[in-house]
């Protein structure tokens, strides 16, 4: 399959269309054992399999497409393919098409991490800019997935992922801007600490979640200890 998909298959229209068929035919078969209902168990069931089927297939698709018209780019296009899916799974619960939007999310995040394998960095400043935009689409999505869980009140093993996700974000907020400044700007690296501890304080107060109030006690005491520190060496120089 490999050396015929993704990129022969959907380098011209009309392969492109061959290919679309494919979904579209599992698309109509649903369609029309959804319309006329059947007390079949055998078509029932094929029923069912079918949109499962048919999430698997437009992921593939579409991630396939993007890869080989946009390439390292197609970060910036995910986001509308996620957004169909849930919509999917919103109308008629399916956990494979959830698990599909997770699917996208991480090639989002392999696209980030063919960017730091590009510069051989973790620095955001260094890593390319198709990079930055993945990186920042994955930061935001560990938020966004949370939040659509929580606004139609659906749990399960997927919401709970979406909250250690929304959490990882609250985390790395106030960590995120350090690397940079202990590298580029380190005569600003005690005000970035101070900072980094306010962001994480304000945060705890927000959310009200134990690990980001022990996150911003350990903060608040890394940037005093490091005031002491840089205190001691002024005053002994």
């Not at 022969?8 to 979904?23: D, E, F, Q, R, Y």
């Not at 927000?206 to 350990?218: D, L, Q, T």
């Amino acid at each position: 399959m490999f050396p015929y998909f993704p990129a022969p298959a959907l380098l011209s229209l009309k392969c492109t269309l061959v290919v679309a068929s494919i979904g579209a035919l599992i698309f109509c078969s649903r369609k029309l054992l959804s319309r006329f209902s059947s007390d079949i168990n055998r078509e029932v069931k094929f029923s069912h399999l079918l949109r499962p089927a048919e999430s698997i297939w437009i992921n593939i698709f579409v991630l396939s497409l993007l890869w080989v018209q946009l390439g390292v780019w197609s970060a910036m296009a995910i986001l509308p393919l996620q957004v169909m899916l849930l919509t999917k799974s919103y109308r008629s619960v399916c956990n494979t098409t959830e698990i599909m939007v997770y699917v996208a999310g991480a090639a989002i995040f392999a696209i980030c991490l063919l960017g730091i394998n590009e510069v051989q960095s973790l620095s955001f400043r260094e890593l390319p800019n198709y990079a930055k935009v993945a990186l920042l689409l994955a930061f935001v999505e560990c938020w966004l997935f949370a939040e659509y869980y929580r606004r139609i009140g659906r749990v399960g093993v997927l919401a709970k992922l979406a909250e250690q996700l929304r959490l990882g974000f609250y985390l790395i907020i106030p960590l995120a801007f350090l690397p940079s400044v202990l590298k580029h700007y380190m005569e600003l690296s005690a005000l970035a600490l101070w900072c980094s501890a306010i962001i994480a304080y304000g945060l705890g107060r927000g959310v009200k979640h134990p690990f980001i109030r022990k996150e911003a006690f350990i903060i608040f005491a890394s940037a005093a200890l490091y005031n002491l520190v840089f205190y001691v060496d002024v005053y002994h120089s």
